[in-house]
C-alpha cells in the first residue's frame, strides 16, 4: 500500500493540545519535531541537555530538560501535552541498553497516573517484532526466524520488551516498525502494512519515517497495531 501524505500537515482542530515528543534530539525524533513544528503543530520535547535543541527553542516549542529513563522527567513532560510520540534509541547493536522500553514503559505509567490511560502513542520500533509470515501469527516473529540477522537479535529484544510494554495497557499504540533507517528525502510515499513488513522492505528514510509518525498520529489506521513501513 503506497500513499502520499499530506505536507504540511495540520493540527487536528479538535486536539489543541502539544505533541510530546520522547528521543527528540536523535534522528528521528528531531525530524518530528522541526516537522511538527513547521505544520503549527505545538511540540513539548524531553532532552538530557536542553541546549541540543537551541536551534529550534522558539514558541511553540518547549523543552522539558531529563532522562526518558526518570519518572518524574516523563511526567514533567506528559503533565500539559497531548499525544506521544517515542523516538527513543541509545545504545548499540551489541548492547542496546533498555531506554527504549524503559521510556515506554515510564510513558504508560505516567499517562495512567494522569488520568490519560487511552492516550494516543505511537513508538519506533525495529521489524523484528514484526509476524514473520502475512496472515499466520502462529508462525512466530521475524526475529525468531533462524534467518533473522544474528547482530541484530539483542536490539530487537529490546524492541519486543517496548511492545510488550504497552501492549496489555488502554493506550492507543501504535509500533512503527522498520528497517534501516537511512538519509533520503522527505516524499511522503512509503509502503505500510498491519503486522507484516511490506514485501521486499528493507529500509526507510529518516524523513519519510518522521513523515509517517506524523500522519499515522492523525490518521489512527493502526490503533493497537503494529505496521511495517518500507520506501
Do not use: K
Not at 77 to 92: C, H, N, R, Y
Not at 136 to 162: C, I, K, M, Y
Not at 211 to 217: T, V
Amino acid at each position: 500500500m503506497t500513499v502520499p501524505s499530506p505536507v504540511p500537515l495540520p493540527q487536528p482542530a479538535s486536539d489543541p493540545r502539544p505533541l510530546a515528543v520522547l528521543g527528540a534530539t536523535g534522528r528521528t525524533g528531531r525530524r518530528v519535531v522541526e516537522y511538527a513544528l513547521a505544520a503549527g503543530r505545538p511540540v513539548r520535547a524531553l532532552a538530557r541537555r536542553a541546549a541540543d535543541l537551541d536551534d529550534l527553542s522558539a514558541p511553540p516549542l518547549a523543552v522539558v530538560e531529563g532522562d526518558a529513563t526518570d519518572p518524574a522527567a516523563v511526567r514533567r513532560l506528559l503533565d500539559g501535552a497531548g499525544p506521544v510520540i517515542s523516538a527513543l534509541g541509545g545504545g548499540t547493536t551489541a548492547d542496546p541498553g533498555t531506554t527504549r522500553s524503559e521510556g515506554v514503559r515510564r510513558v504508560a505509567e505516567a499517562l495512567a497516573a494522569l488520568g490519560r490511560p487511552a492516550e494516543r502513542l505511537l513508538v519506533v520500533a525495529g521489524g523484528g517484532i514484526l509476524d514473520a509470515e502475512p496472515g499466520n501469527p502462529a508462525a512466530g516473529l521475524r526475529q525468531d526466524r533462524p534467518a533473522f540477522p544474528a547482530v541484530f537479535r539483542r536490539v530487537s529484544e529490546e524492541h519486543r520488551r517496548a511492545w510488550e510494554a504497552v501492549r496489555d495497557t488502554g493506550l492507543a499504540w501504535t509500533m512503527v516498525c522498520t528497517g534501516d533507517i537511512v538519509p533520503g528525502a522527505r516524499t511522503g510515499r512509503y509502503r505500510h502494512l498491519p503486522d507484516v513488513m511490506p514485501e521486499g522492505g528493507r529500509r526507510i528514510a529518516v524523513e519519510d519515517l518522521a513523515d509517517f509518525l506524523l500522519a499515522e498520529l492523525d490518521a489512527g489506521r493502526y490503533v493497537r497495531r503494529r505496521v511495517g513501513l518500507a520506501e
